[in-house]
Each structure stands twice: as C-alpha cells, then as structure tokens.
C-alpha cells in the first residue's frame, strides 16, 4: 500500500481546509434545512457529464448547491455508447445510477473550449506523449476525427479545435441516447438531454439548439458569442476582450 500524508501541509492543500471552513461557517452552519433534507438523501434533478479540466467545475460555474447536481467527470465529458459487457464502466454506472435510481429530469453534457481531451482526439497526441488510457479513452469519440480531418489547416486551427469541442458534446449525446434506459424515458418525456458548452475565454455558455447543432448563447451575459464557422477566431476574442476592457 502506498504511503499516505495525513496532514494538509502546502500552500494547495492549505487552500482547501481553509475553503472547507469558509464553506462549513457560510453554508453548513447557517442553512441547517437544506443540511436536514439531505440528511434524507439527495434528490437532484439535474446530472451533468462534463470534463475533468480543472476549470470547468459544473458546481461552481453554475452556482449550484449541495444535493443540485449529481455529475460525472471524465477526460473530454465523454460518454460511451452502450455496450454492457459485464466490466466495470464508471461513467456508464453513473449514468444508470443517475437516471434509474435517482430520476433525474435533465442530462447535460457539458464541454468546454481549450479542451486537452478533445486536442488528444483530434491531434493523435498520444502517439507523442504515449498514454497507457487516454488514447483508448479519447477514441470514444473517434467520429468527431473522423468529422474533422480534412479540416486542420494552421490558420483554422483555433475555429476546428472550438468546432470540435463542440461536435464531442454532440457526439456524447447521440451516445447517450443509445442506453435503453435514456431512450425510453426521453421518448415518453421523463427526461431531457441537453448539449451546453462553457467557453471560459469569452465567458460564455452555450446549448445546442438541436442533436446536429448550432450552439446559441444561453447565458444572460452582454457579450454576444462569435460564430464558430467563422474564418478567424482568434480575431473575434481579440475584439471581444478589446470591447471588455473598454466597458
Ligand atoms: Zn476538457
């Protein structure tokens, strides 16, 4: 067994009791009925599948409280399609935990711009930087390659890589809906699946219109999102963060 380190020593760790003890004196200790009901249990209504990057924390961006949100992260919010095979499947299990369990009424994948997962998938990067489980993870999503070879020229580099993002999300519900469980319950109403994309560079976040796209700004923000088919992304930011500073 290895070596464990009992105590919070470290600038990072520091951080976090410290957070714990803002959030037991701002939360725990002064909303004893929210505390009380999840004593009961949780009841959230809404999962979330969304990527494991440090900054896209669905909680936190979606100021969520405890017993909101039972989410599942992974590398790129990746979702397998359905192939029960009697091995162990965390994201697969959460998801059935989610729905049949729990009843929950909304699935949201959620994705995000700069994803390292989606880069993964689309630059063969593993065959660089050798990984013994991101390449065959990433390869969940191996139509949206498919998707977007051809596409990858310097100068559109930037737009593919958002459009990219983008299609994995799409590319995670249209596998989502491939577990019975899923297609049942959104056939007879019990649940909606949504594709929300958090564009933390423009500070957007977005939802696919239909299973095919567009994505359309869904946040009350004054910032209006660029359209990613447009030629040059990098332009649009620059002109979004110019704007900003003006404001
Ligand atoms: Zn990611």
Redesign the pocket.
């Known amino acids: 067994m290895a070596r464990l380190a009992p105590r919070a020593e470290g600038g990072a760790l520091r951080r976090l009791v410290e957070g714990f003890d803002r959030f037991r004196g701002q939360h725990f200790e002064q909303d004893h009925d929210l505390y009380d009901t999840l004593l009961d249990g949780q009841r959230p209504e809404v999962m979330v599948i969304a990527?494991?990057?440090s900054r896209?924390d669905p909680a936190i961006i979606c100021g969520a409280r405890p017993g909101d949100l039972f989410v599942v992260r992974n590398?790129?919010?990746l979702v397998p399609e359905y192939r029960p095979d009697h091995r162990p499947h965390g994201t697969a299990s959460a998801i059935e935990f989610g729905i049949k369990a729990l009843g929950v009424r909304h699935v949201i994948v959620l994705?995000?711009s700069f994803?390292?997962?989606?880069r993964c998938l689309l630059e063969h990067d593993h065959r660089r930087e050798p990984f013994e489980f991101v390449s065959d993870w990433v390869d969940v999503a191996r139509e949206v390659r498919d998707e977007m070879d051809g596409l990858v020229t310097d100068a559109e580099r930037p737009v593919v890589a958002r459009r990219a993002e983008q299609a994995t999300v799409l590319a995670s519900l249209r596998h989502l809906a491939t577990y019975p469980f899923v297609a049942e319950r959104v056939a007879d109403g019990r649940l909606d699946l949504h594709g929300w994309y958090f564009h933390f560079g423009w500070g957007l976040l977005q939802a696919a219109e239909t299973p095919e796209g567009p994505f359309r700004q869904l946040d009350g923000g004054v910032t209006p999102a660029p359209a990613l088919g447009q030629a040059n992304a990098a332009e649009a930011l620059a002109r979004i963060r110019v704007e900003r500073a003006a404001r």
């Open positions: 990527c494991s990057d896209t590398v790129a919010a994705g995000h994803c390292a997962g989606v």
